[in-house]
Each structure stands twice: as C-alpha cells, then as structure tokens.
C-alpha cells in the first residue's frame, strides 16, 4: 500500500479498477502535497494477498472490510473515498455495509451504480460484444491467450495509443491479477442504486467521452442516482483520465476534495 503526504493533511483513499493495481495513480503522487494519498492494491491483486475462492470476491463485504481494515489500521478521519472502474464498486459496497458517516464523499471515476447484468442494456451490450473489453481470456489458464488479451485489455482503456513503455508496465502489473480473481471480480451482479440514492454526502462522477468499458449511460445512471453529484466529462480520455488529462483530472479532484472536507470542518464547529 502507498501511503504519502503530510500525515495530518485531508485523506483521499484512491481505489484501482479490475486486474490494476496502485500503480494506475501514479500521476496523482503530485497531490500528495497538500493531501494525504493512500493508494492499496485491492485483494487479489498488485502485491496484496490472492485467496482463489469466489466467495473471498463476489459479495460486499470482504471489500467493505478492507476498506474499513485500512481506515481503522491507519487512523483516518473522514477520508474520501475515489474509486476507478471496479474501484467504484468497492467504495459503494464499503457504504453498503459500513454506511458514509465515517466518509467526507466520494468520487467514481468510469464506474457504475450497477454492474453485470444490472447494467443499463446499452452498456451490458457495448461491454459484452467487443472482444477486447470482453477479455474472456483474461480469465482463462492459457498464459499466451491470457497474456494477448491482458494486452488488448489495457489499450482499449486508452482513448489513444500508449507509448510501448507505458503498456509494457501497465500490462506487467496486471498480470499480477491470477485468472481465477479476475473471474471472480468481472462476474459479480449488483445493483447498489438504493445505497446510493440514499446518500448525503458529495459524489463526484467522472468519465471519458471515449469510453468502450463504461459508455456513458453508466455515468449518467449514476449520475442520477447520487443526489448530491458533481460531473465532468474528459474530451480527449477513454476509461482513464486520470492518466490521459492528469493535470485536469488532478485539478478537479482537488477542487472537489477542498470543497467537501470544507463542509465536513463547516457541519463540525
């Protein structure tokens, strides 16, 4: 786990997608000057522990539970909670289960208030008949079929191609993710649409205008379900703006962040 900046500063938890790890925020590292990040790799992948069973994956609470592990571990007061494609599922079931008391807000980025086949019929359609988002190799024992497919998996995250360094890396560490965890992980059907409605606190929802793994009518159901959200929408991102327009996407993070913990210090005195 990452954990850096100033120890007292206000706390964003930063929350990877499917087969990611930490590593996906490293352009983000700069906000550690004036806001403590921390940055886990999620069970079962990165360089967190793997269990294989599905049950240790497809419910809420063993990720809720690391989550409030983490918040507790480190002592953290009304942290943010910002979660990335998959990332965003965790922080909806941490508030499923722990409720957002102990939270300022949240932000998702590429995510959803459903997934499988929950999702709106455009979206469940546009991930399930492209193959390269589909990924069903990533899933499977065959390293080479796995391994072409990882590949694909992480370009078509891209609006534009990477530098073959940067897939390179990116692929690496989502090799780290074994088959059986992501199949678990991609599997999952949940509908967390009452959890969110009844939330109080701010939600921030951002996505990529040329996204193929979570196409707008995901965004904008999540939209409105949230009853306090903020959205922006990146021109020139697919499923990652955080790193395709870091300096914009840092820069609304931030502004969304100092406005809610604002409120948060406001309700308090």
């Not at 939270?103 to 455009?122: A, D, M, R, Y």
């Amino acid at each position: 786990m990452t954990d850096i900046g100033k120890i007292d500063a206000p706390v964003i938890i930063m929350i990877h997608g499917y087969s990611q790890c930490g590593l996906s925020f490293l352009r983000q590292h700069a906000l550690a000057e004036t806001h403590r990040l921390i940055i886990p790799d999620l069970r079962g992948h990165g360089r967190s522990d793997k269990p294989i069973s599905a049950d240790a994956y497809d419910n809420s609470k063993p990720w809720a539970n690391d989550i409030k592990a983490i918040i507790d571990a480190l002592g953290l007061q009304n942290p943010i909670l910002l979660g990335w494609s998959m990332g965003g599922w965790v922080v909806q079931d941490y508030i499923r289960i722990f409720g957002e008391s102990d939270i300022t807000g949240i932000v998702l980025v590429g995510s959803s208030v459903t997934t499988g086949n929950k999702l709106p019929s455009e979206a469940l359609a546009a991930r399930t008949n492209d193959p390269d988002v589909a990924a069903i190799a990533m899933r499977g024992d065959d390293l080479a079929a796995n391994l072409r497919a990882t590949v694909k998996f992480v370009q078509v995250c891209f609006s534009t191609a990477l530098p073959a360094e940067d897939l390179a890396f990116m692929t690496g560490f989502n090799m780290l993710c074994p088959p059986k965890v992501r199949e678990a992980c991609r599997t999952r059907n949940e509908n967390y649409r009452d959890t969110s409605a009844s939330m109080t606190k701010p939600a921030l929802i951002l996505w990529g205008i040329h996204e193929k793994l979570a196409p707008a009518s995901m965004g904008e159901q999540a939209v409105a379900t949230f009853p306090n959200a903020t959205t922006h929408i990146y021109e020139n991102s697919g499923h990652a703006p955080f790193w395709e327009e870091a300096d914009r996407f840092n820069t609304d993070l931030v502004t969304f962040a100092n406005r809610a913990f604002s409120q948060v210090k406001g309700a308090a005195a």
